[in-house]
Every structure is written in structure tokens, then in C-alpha cells.
């Protein structure tokens, strides 16, 4: 099945500063890559994805790359703000025998100080 | 659309008791998703149904958790006898699509702590 590692787990920036998180993934095959963000005490919610057609994606300040050939996928927060803080999880689709699913990464936990 | 709804959001329950959760998907959904989160672990998926059926349980810890979705609008995890190992957040999630391409909602959560 498929393996994602996210890091780092931890990310002290400061406000205006930017964040980046990378994660890889082990199985060639997975074709989606969405992007969660966790509010302390919240569900995680969507905040971005990338398919494996497309090198880059951007919405206002997010951002996420994908190279397919080194199997890794990253996020970008430009000029970070004291909203930003949350925990954010990376996940890659896995499209085993017994179904597709989504594998997350162990997430990264970024705090954003004024 | 009220989105995912889960209850109870809080349960507390003592050591060898049976704990049942559930789960309304969004309306429309044809798959549901049953994850755990926790610190050691993080995110773990733990069952997931499509159009009432389960595809893959490969993340159920043991027999002990056991989940069912009699229809398209409510699905329970129970767990059955519950140890304090079973203390996390367990989360329900629903999309329109198959994981691979579309966005996957979670529910506000169910925080379990056994005793």
C-alpha cells in the first residue's frame, strides 16, 4: 500500500514569513493529492489538491507543487498570518486491490507568531 | 446541506463497556469513511463503505470494532468490549466521488475517552 511522510512535524515561522511543507509518497501509481488543514479542536477540511497531470496549483496565498518523478509533493503558505496556525496533513491517493483510498502523512504542526 | 453529522461529540465510558457511534453522511454521498486520530498515530483510516458496502476494513484494529451502514444516510462504529487504548477522536467523512478524485468532508468528530 501506499506510504506518505510529511515533514517536518513542527513549524515556528513568523507573521508574514513562509511556510513549507514537503511530503513523499511511495506508490507511483496515486493520482491525487489533497491538502487539510486542522484548527485546534476542529475536523480537518480541504484546503487545496493537486493531480498528477498538473506540476502546480495556486489559490490566493496556497500553494502545492508535485513532482511525480521524485514522487513528492509540497505546500507553500506565503505571508503567513495568526489564522494560518493549524495542523496540516498531507495525503496521497492509494489505489490498492482492495479499493481506493487516502493515506495521510503524520501531519506538521505550524504556528505562526505575531 | 448540514454536512457530515456525528454524535455523540463526546462520549465517556469505562473500560469493557460497549460504545456505539454515529454517522449521517452528506445526503448525495456514496462513500463514508471512518478514521481515528490520535497523537502516536495520527490520521488512521478505518473502514470505508461505498454505496452501503464496505470495501475495506484492513484498518479496523481487531474484532472488537465492528461498523455497519444499514443505508445511505447512517452508519455506527461500535467497539465492543472499549479499552483506554480506544481514546481518540474518531472522525466520519463522506464524498460524492471515489477517494482518488473527489473531496472527502469530515464530521465534527467524536472525542471517546475510556476509563
Known amino acids: 500500500g501506499e506510504n506518505v511522510e510529511q515533514h517536518p512535524s513542527t513549524l515556528s515561522v513568523q507573521e508574514g514569513d513562509s511556510a513549507v511543507i514537503k511530503c513523499t509518497y511511495s506508490?507511483?501509481?496515486?493520482?491525487?493529492f489533497p491538502w487539510y488543514k486542522q484548527e485546534l479542536g476542529k475536523r480537518p477540511q480541504l484546503i487545496i489538491d493537486?493531480?498528477?497531470?498538473?506540476g502546480e496549483k495556486k489559490d490566493q496565498r496556497i500553494a502545492v507543487t508535485l513532482n511525480k518523478t521524485a514522487k513528492h509533493f509540497s505546500l507553500h503558505i506565503t505571508e503567513t498570518q495568526p489564522e494560518d496556525s493549524a495542523v496540516y496533513f498531507c495525503?496521497?491517493?492509494?489505489?490498492?486491490?482492495?479499493?481506493?483510498?487516502?493515506?495521510f502523512g503524520g501531519g506538521t504542526r505550524v504556528l505562526v507568531k505575531p | 446541506d448540514a454536512g457530515v453529522i456525528q454524535s455523540p461529540r463526546h462520549e465517556v465510558t469505562e473500560m469493557g463497556q460497549e460504545v456505539t457511534l454515529r454517522c449521517k453522511p452528506i445526503?448525495?454521498?456514496?462513500?463514508l469513511f471512518w478514521y481515528r486520530q490520535t497523537m502516536m498515530r495520527g490520521l488512521e483510516l478505518l473502514i470505508y463503505?461505498?454505496?452501503?458496502?464496505?470495501?475495506?476494513d484492513s484498518g479496523m484494529p481487531e474484532d472488537r470494532f465492528s461498523a455497519k451502514m444499514p443505508n445511505a444516510s447512517f452508519s455506527t462504529l461500535k467497539i465492543q468490549p472499549s479499552e483506554p487504548r480506544d481514546s481518540a477522536v474518531y472522525f466520519c467523512?463522506?464524498?460524492?466521488?471515489?477517494?482518488?478524485?473527489?473531496?472527502?468532508?469530515f464530521g465534527p468528530g467524536t472525542r471517546l475517552t475510556v476509563l
Open positions: 467523512a463522506s464524498s460524492e466521488g471515489q477517494p482518488s478524485t473527489d473531496t472527502q468532508y
Open positions: 506508490d507511483s501509481a496515486s493520482n491525487y
Open positions: 493537486i493531480r498528477s497531470n498538473v
Open positions: 495525503a496521497a491517493s492509494d489505489l490498492g486491490a482492495a479499493g481506493n483510498k487516502l493515506t
Open positions: 445526503s448525495g454521498h456514496d462513500y
Open positions: 463503505f461505498n454505496n452501503n458496502v464496505p470495501i475495506d
